[in-house]
């Protein structure tokens, strides 16, 4: 079992900057694929980045070179640095963590772009 706590969600202008952070406790933390998705009002859970359990990472087209994925295997945390914050990222953003058939969910935190 893993338990996921997300943090830094809130309210940012357009073009401004936000970092989210993922706590993981439970099971050993290194040998899961790590992830951030998103959901907007009316719209499906959609993959934001993920990173592996060696540190490869992916991005949806969408936040290529704005956000940035990284993680702490000492530290047992995941981060997405979010930077040129648009006001389609407004969405809660879920961490995720991964390894064959488990898979765990935080509870997810609010990100609103507006002016």
């Known amino acids: 079992q893993v338990q996921l706590v997300e943090s830094g969600g809130g309210l940012v202008q357009p073009g401004g900057s936000l970092r989210l952070s993922c706590a993981a406790s439970?099971?050993?933390?290194?040998?899961?694929?790590m992830g951030w998705y998103r959901q907007a009002t009316g719209m499906q859970r959609e993959l934001v980045a993920r990173i592996s359990s060696s540190g490869s990472t992916v991005y949806a087209d969408s936040v290529k070179g704005r956000f940035a994925i990284s993680r702490d295997n000492a530290k047992n945390t995941v981060s997405l640095q979010m930077n040129s914050l648009k006001l389609e990222d407004t969405a809660v953003y879920y961490c995720?963590?991964?390894?064959?058939?488990?898979?765990?969910w935080g509870k997810g935190t609010l990100v609103t772009v507006s002016s």
């Open positions: 439970g099971n050993e933390f290194s040998p899961y694929a």
């Open positions: 995720n963590a991964k390894l064959y058939v488990l898979e765990y």
